[in-house]
């Protein structure tokens, strides 16, 4: 099994241009999650999905957006990157009433 | 919704004392406490969890404990080890089955 598997593991976009990161899980969990964590900071929630077509917003939503088409898949998207959304961010999925499993992290630089 | 609150924000130890770390939480409801060690450049991992029909759960070194009436639960590690350094997180499930995070403890374990 590969657990949780983030593409990719980096990248440094320009201001204002835009990306797509990719989690994919294979462990037929319902929830996922997008976080990012800035140096030396927690998880802040961005968005998150409690099943296949859903999703919702997290903590720090804004200036990003996110689809699940598939259940095995939680894509995350910067439509317009700014150098403030430069992070690190984790993808994560779990059961409903079990721990998360994360992924091993995109590092994001925006310039 | 659900307040965390972990304390503390850092702690230091000398190699083979003893560390512990707790998380206060707010939502009556929460019945799913896990622990997760987060390491340099990497996702957090679970490292032990309880629910909230149990007062305490040891796994070798590690320990938590779960006070339900004061809504509190904390995380012991005995005899330290330099690979014990880490960032250690709490993540409580709410009513919504959702882990809301702490913000984190770091821990130093001294030579």
């Known amino acids: 099994n590969a657990g949780v598997t983030q593409t990719p593991k980096f990248r440094v976009l320009k201001t204002g241009q835009s990306m797509t990161l990719l989690c994919a899980q294979d462990m037929n969990h319902e929830y996922m999650y997008w976080y990012r964590q800035d140096p030396g900071m927690g998880l802040r929630l961005i968005h998150y999905s409690v099943g296949e077509g859903t999703t919702a917003k997290g903590e720090v939503p804004d200036g990003y957006n996110v689809s699940r088409l598939k259940k095995q898949n939680f894509l995350l998207g910067l439509e317009s990157a700014a150098p403030s959304q430069t992070s690190v961010y984790f993808c994560?999925?779990?059961?409903?009433?079990?721990?998360?499993?994360f992924g091993q992290g995109t590092r994001l630089t925006v310039v | 919704g659900e307040n965390v609150e972990q304390h503390p924000s850092t702690l230091s130890v000398q190699e083979g004392d003893s560390a512990v770390i707790k998380c206060t939480y707010s939502?009556?409801?929460?019945?799913?406490f896990p622990w997760y060690k987060q390491e340099l450049g990497k996702g957090p991992q679970l490292i032990i969890d309880?629910?909230?029909n149990v007062g305490e759960k040891k796994d070798q070194r590690i320990a938590v404990t779960l006070n339900k009436t004061a809504k509190h639960f904390s995380l012991h590690i005995t005899e330290t080890q330099p690979e014990d350094s880490a960032v250690y997180f709490c993540a409580p499930m709410d009513s919504n089955y959702q882990l809301i995070w702490g913000a984190g403890t770091k821990l130093i374990i001294k030579p």
């Open positions: 309880i629910r909230s």
């Open positions: 939502d009556s409801a929460s019945n799913y």
């Open positions: 994560a999925s779990r059961l409903m009433n079990t721990e998360a499993f």
